[in-house]
């Protein structure tokens, strides 16, 4: 790779391999927080390394890539963020043999300053990374990029313990003996050239180790000598040399008191280092965390801060002075109690790193995307300033939430109407809707079929104050003047905004019942519009707040016009279907007509149209005498549900009575010729049908008996129930073939003899089938219920039927015909 520093190679391996569980963390939380298959932190070298892997795929990747194949020398190549949402499509990695394999088919890098190394997110499938997933990986790499730097500035430091051990191990450190009693001071050599004193002139006192210490330490220092004589415990202590030269060394010192007989401290020894080197490397550190580009700051355990940064000093608008060794609670009190404290609290406790967004009010006023890491002297805080990118996306989730809410409410409505509940129902659904997530109270109105508005449904939050809302509902509309804003808003089709209620509203209301509901109900502000679809004002709506909600802003306003224009749709739509629906049923009707009531049995039909279709269908009753005198009962169902299966059930069943009554012909015969009809007439046409005939038979008076003759072609089966109150399902094991198919296919003719006051229903499959209902069980509910409704009237008996099995409808028409013996009948000799 151009530019490739094999040093500086050498030197980001090292680092990584100091910093490994830091930087461990690191790709870890950058796993867990975009979740790709692999999160990794390459160094680029004469081949990709992979220093770090995370991930549930982490374990199938090679250590070890040629730079040819790897998307992360892209990445380092360009030195700028490298998304790859759909690798096998993008020219610039399509042909690395990662992507051509399959193993990468999204990627997301991003190269770490000062070194030749990226820290990347990857997955098998394209993936869409939002500029969130490119901001936080960023906000990682920065913090991989500053651990390398620390690990790297550690290793010197690391070198630099080396060499202090190696002066341990050849009596480099000084040693110190103080007698505290005489004051006499004993050093050795070492220690005498640190401060700078020759053996000949040092005076062995206290003071030659005061008259060496910078102005600045000299009170400290003593402090912590003093100290150590009270409480007989250790120091470790640093403080600064001045040599006469004007040279200034760090010298770092431990020591103890050593105790008499009574406990009493009369000496403080120790050893002591030149540690000016070390402070050399701090400093280095702290360079580096300067230059940051994120907010840093460190805290004690006990959370007093040890270390801030400059970035940290102005997104605080605190100084170092004023932070450094306070405490975090006592400087920032809003921060108790918040997201802050838990996170905060959680991570020193648990040892796991905290990722968090938290808000900080005023005088910060802003919201915060931070990072702690826990450390065994306390919390490191990285920290950015968020403000603009959270309303960004507050704003974004609230038109989200504001369009989720108009698909809710309005899909609502629209299932009301489609349910056939009403217009005042759905109105009903709508104002449920929109308390409180618009208003803490609505009311919905509806233009009736004279052009005037009907208030049909009103909710208020508070449940003690709904009935007071519905008295107002019940009288505004008399009460209202013209200069009242529903007026406007239905007068210029825009919403109206109503900043003061009571000064638009209120004041123009007469005294009485009126007036004391609105001063009960009290509302502040409100809007008030139309709900037009096409051109027609369908109805309105008027949205109340009450004084302790803000009013409407623009994005409320919005949501609350986009609602109403899709409800006003709704309505208009099912207006124009039940419109086109009635239609459909009284043309469906008027081909069907009255069944005869001959004088040995009663006869009933029903029918009734799909719920959910505004088409006609093809489902037909008949009853009707033939030329002998015998009643016949016929049932059909025309495959299809639209003009032409009506146009072909009317044909159908003007033949089939047309074939029956001519010669007086048998179920089986009437299907034969029916099905012969429809094929040379060639009307192309499928149908199931059944057609019963009811055959009077001799016998004592009080006594006779009826046969049914019944043929099926593909219909639900005929039951009957007896006298008794048994019912008996006619089915067959095999059925014979539905009309249309095939003229010449074999059909059956089946009988059963009734007594008098037995029933027989015939039916369409609309009744007893449906996405709800499969037809066994359908079949079987219809036999329980006529076991049990069998003895009501013969209509009422339909009437219960249809109602329990289809109490919402059918996703089908309906049609049904039955008859029922005369249960007193003395039948004539048979003929």
Same mark, same amino acid.
């Given at each position: 790779m151009s530019?490739?520093d ?11 391999v100091?910093a ?7 790709a ?10 692999v999160?990794?932190?390459s ?23 040629p ?16 998304v790859?949402r759909d ?20 990627y ?11 820290l990347?997110?990857?997955?098998a ?9 490119v901001?936080v990986?960023?906000?990682?790499a ?12 550690g ?26 009693v005489?004051?006499?001071l004993?050093?050795d050599?070492?220690l ?5 004193w ?8 206290l ?10 330490d ?5 402090a912590t ?6 409480t007989g ?10 040599l006469?030269?004007?040279e200034?060394r760090?010298?770092?010192?431990r020591?103890r008191a050593?105790l008499?007989?009574t ?9 002591a ?9 701090e400093?280095?550190?702290?360079e580096v ?22 970035g ?10 004023q ?14 109690g ?10 020193m ?11 900080y ?5 802003a919201?915060?995307?931070?990072r702690a890491?826990?450390?065994?002297e ?5 920290? #950015? ?9 507050q704003a ?6 504001g ?19 009403g ?8 104002a449920?809707? $929109? ?12 233009t009736?079929e ?11 939050r ?7 809302a519905?008295?107002?509902?019940e ?9 009242a ?9 825009k919403?109206i ?16 019942p009126?007036?004391e509901?609105?001063?009960?109900l ?19 709506? #008027? ?5 302790d909600?803000?009013?409407?802003d623009p994005?409320?306003?919005?949501v ?13 739509s099912?207006?124009?279907q039940?419109?086109h629906?009635?239609m459909a049923e009284?043309?469906?009707? #008027? ?6 009531q ?17 088409q ?5 009753y008949?009853?009707?005498l ?17 003009t ?5 059930m ?14 007086a ?8 010729d029916?099905d012969?009809a429809?094929?040379?007439l ?5 149908a ?7 055959e009077?038979?001799?016998?004592e008076?009080?006594r ?7 043929s ?8 009957v129930r007896?006298a008794d109150?048994g019912?008996?399902?006619?089915d ?8 249309? $198919?095939a ?11 009734l ?15 449906g996405?709800d ?5 359908g079949v ?7 076991a ?12 219960q ?11 089908d028409d ?9 249960p ?5 000799p048979?003929?």
């Amino acid at each position: 790779m151009s530019g490739y520093d094999p040093a500086h190679g050498a030197a980001a391996r090292a680092a990584a391999v100091a910093a490994g569980p830091v930087l461990q963390r690191l790709a870890d939380l950058a796993a867990r927080l975009l979740g790709p298959d692999v999160a990794q932190l390459s160094l680029i070298g004469e081949m990709q390394t992979a220093a770090v892997l995370s991930g549930p795929a982490a374990a199938r990747q090679a250590l070890e890539l040629p730079l040819a194949e790897s998307l992360c020398a892209v990445t380092v190549e360009t030195g700028e963020p490298l998304v790859v949402r759909d690798a096998a499509n993008d020219p610039r990695v399509a042909d690395r043999a990662l992507v051509t394999s399959g193993e990468i088919g999204a990627y997301l890098g991003v190269p770490l300053q000062g070194w030749h190394a990226a820290l990347c997110v990857f997955g098998a499938a394209p993936r869409d990374w939002t500029d969130q997933d490119v901001a936080v990986l960023h906000l990682l790499a920065e913090c991989v990029a500053t651990e390398l730097r620390l690990a790297a500035v550690g290793a010197e430091s690391e070198a630099n313990r080396w060499r202090w051990g190696l002066a341990i191990d050849a009596a480099e450190l000084g040693s110190f003996d103080w007698d505290a009693v005489a004051d006499q001071l004993i050093w050795d050599d070492r220690l005498l050239d640190l401060y700078g004193w020759d053996r000949a002139a040092f005076p062995g006192t206290l003071s030659a180790l005061i008259e060496r210490l910078h102005p600045e330490d000299a009170d400290g220092v003593t402090a912590t000598i003093r100290t150590a004589l009270v409480t007989g415990e250790g120091f470790d202590q640093q403080h600064r040399v001045q040599l006469p030269s004007g040279e200034l060394r760090w010298v770092r010192a431990r020591g103890r008191a050593v105790l008499d007989g009574t406990g009493t401290a009369v000496r403080v020894v120790g050893v002591a280092h030149d540690a000016t080197a070390q402070r050399r490397v701090e400093a280095q550190v702290a360079e580096v965390l300067e230059s940051m580009p994120a907010a840093f700051f460190s805290l004690d355990r006990d959370w007093t801060f040890r270390y801030v940064n400059g970035g940290a000093e102005e997104l605080l608008g605190a100084t170092r002075a004023q932070l450094l060794g306070g405490d975090l609670w006592e400087l920032f009190p809003d921060a108790v109690g918040s997201g802050f404290e838990t996170n905060y609290r959680q991570a020193m406790t648990s040892g796991e790193p905290a990722a968090f967004d938290a808000y900080y009010p005023p005088p910060l006023d802003a919201w915060y995307e931070v990072r702690a890491w826990p450390t065994l002297e306390g919390l490191s805080v990285y920290f #950015s300033e968020v403000t603009e990118r959270y309303r960004t996306e507050q704003a974004a989730r609230r038109r989200a939430e504001g369009l989720a809410l108009v698909t809710r409410v309005s899909d609502t409505v629209a299932a009301a109407l489609v349910d056939g509940r009403g217009a005042a129902e759905a109105m009903r659904e709508l104002a449920l809707g $929109v308390v409180p997530a618009l208003g803490d109270w609505v009311i919905v109105s509806l233009t009736d079929e004279g052009g005037r508005l009907q208030d049909v449904a009103t909710w208020h939050r508070d449940p003690g104050l709904r009935p007071v809302a519905e008295r107002y509902a019940e009288l505004r509309l008399a009460a209202l003047t013209s200069t009242a804003p529903l007026v406007a808003a239905l007068a210029s089709g825009k919403v109206i905004e109503v900043p003061d209620v009571t000064e638009a509203v209120g004041r123009t209301l007469p005294p009485g019942p009126v007036r004391e509901a609105f001063e009960t109900l009290a509302p502040a502000t409100a809007v008030a519009l139309g709900l037009t679809a096409h051109g027609r004002t369908v109805g309105a709506m #008027s949205v109340y707040r009450s004084a302790d909600r803000d009013p409407m802003d623009p994005e409320d306003v919005e949501v609350v016009h986009q609602l109403a224009g899709r409800v006003a749709l709704a309505l208009d739509s099912a207006a124009l279907q039940e419109q086109h629906r009635r239609m459909a049923e009284d043309l469906q009707r #008027s081909l069907l007509t009255d069944p005869p009531q001959p004088d040995h049995a009663d006869i009933a039909v029903r029918y009734s149209p799909a719920v959910q279709a505004a088409q006609v269908g093809g489902d037909w009753y008949d009853a009707f005498l033939q030329s002998d005198g015998t009643t016949v009962l016929a049932i059909g169902d025309v495959v299809g549900h639209d003009t032409k299966a009506a146009a072909a059930m009317g044909q159908l069943r003007g033949l089939l009575r047309g074939i029956a009554w001519r010669n007086a012909a048998g179920p089986v015969q009437v299907l034969r010729d029916l099905d012969g009809a429809i094929e040379g007439l060639q009307l192309h046409t499928l149908a199931t049908a059944a057609v019963a005939r009811l055959e009077r038979t001799g016998g004592e008076p009080g006594r006779g008996e009826t046969r049914l003759r019944w043929s099926n072609a593909g219909h639900p089966p005929l039951m009957v129930r007896h006298a008794d109150g048994g019912v008996v399902v006619l089915d067959t094991q095999r059925a014979d073939l539905m009309l249309g $198919v095939a003229a010449d296919a074999p059909r059956r003719e089946h009988e059963v003899l009734l007594q008098p006051g037995a029933t027989v229903v015939l039916y369409t499959d609309g009744l007893v089938e449906g996405r709800d209902l499969p037809l066994d069980d359908g079949v079987a509910r219809l036999a329980g219920l006529l076991a049990e409704l069998g003895d009501l009237p013969l209509g009422e008996l339909l009437d219960q039927i249809v109602d329990r099995l289809r109490p919402q409808g059918s996703e089908d028409d309906v049609a049904l015909v039955a008859v029922r013996l005369h249960p007193d009948e003395v039948l004539p000799p048979a003929r």
